[in-house]
């Protein structure tokens, strides 16, 4: 064997597919911890949080959780497609009143172990979360990787990956609320869900049902309210020199079949509804933010937002625009200003015609009175 042949590096072996086993493997913890730090004041308490190994309980409660997933069609696809992506499962014990998120770039779906009570909420919450897994996969779009989005467009897929998640959570938690009846006291008290419930019980119909919680995700003022802020926060920190005007749309029938899982819900709502006053409006303190921010951070300005309605006003600030500037041309003058050499110029002129003026009409004087001395 030569001396190049032995340091040969061996072609890389491929990986085996992940099962379900190997993401509840997987699991981690953060739990947090408080200590005593001395200071020349007395002693400062500080928190902190550290990862650990899960404990049996742990792993026995997200087993549980993966069962339950499992016992029901939508819940197994769900739970194949996020192993298959490559993700893994993380309790953290501090994500304040969260239930769950999803980090695109470490491929972790995060639980709070704060609500870790039971293995159906547990489910549920991993449902939405490996919604998002899904949403991830197929566009790419969430977390920053929507920058390249026009501003506009950003919140409709991120309003419609947002409601869409919240829409197969409930269809999920209808299908298991018979052998978990604790369900309904969780989820009863959520618009979303209540519409999903009164439209099963008026038709039957799981698409029609789902179309119904979908549009009530826009309609809920709490989440118009907190989502609009958190977009705002984060569509700002997005905007750096790496996203300089790579801006690009995405049309809403795109939006639509790269959030939902399940495509007959899908299929069952019109992509006009994300352009609707419903669905795509905004705050002016929202819009007078974000365009300050665009210009400030990029330079020049993002218009789209300009074609989203106004919550305040129902119409779209474009529309708005347009009467001022008719007003604005109505009062204008009807001959153009002049600039301050023009003006120069024809301030010269009139004076010349006018001193040519006064010797004509002194040279008449004078022959005049010539005449009259001569006779």
Known sequence: MSFFD????????????????????SLTVNDLYTRSIPTARGTLQHSFQKKRAPQEDEKKLLKEAFD????????????????????????????????????????KIMLSSGHLRNPAVLAITAV???????????????????AGLTLADQFKFHRAAEAAACTEEAKFAYQIRDQHPEIESRMEGIPMYQAFVKEMEKSGDMAKAGEACFKAWYSYKHYQTAYEANHVRSFSSFMNDSFVWKKRGIDSEAVLNGVFFSEDIRQNISPDFLTSKEAFSISEKAREQLEAQAAASIGKKDTSLRNMYSYETGQTYASQEQPKEAAAASIAPQRPMTTSTETKTGMRTALVQIDKAAKTKQAIAAKAKSQTAQH
């Open 6 to 25: 032995f340091f040969k590096r061996k072609p890389k072996e491929p990986e085996p597919p992940r099962t379900r086993q190997d993401m509840e493997k």
């Open 68 to 107: 339950l997933l499992a016992s029901v069609p939508q819940g197994q696809k769900l739970l194949d497609e996020a192993v298959k992506a490559g993700y893994d499962v993380h309790f953290e014990s501090f994500c304040g009143s969260a239930l769950g998120s999803m980090s695109p770039s470490s491929k």
């Open 128 to 146: 939405h979360e490996m919604t998002h897994v899904i949403q991830q996969e197929r566009t790419g779009l969430l977390g920053n990787q929507s």
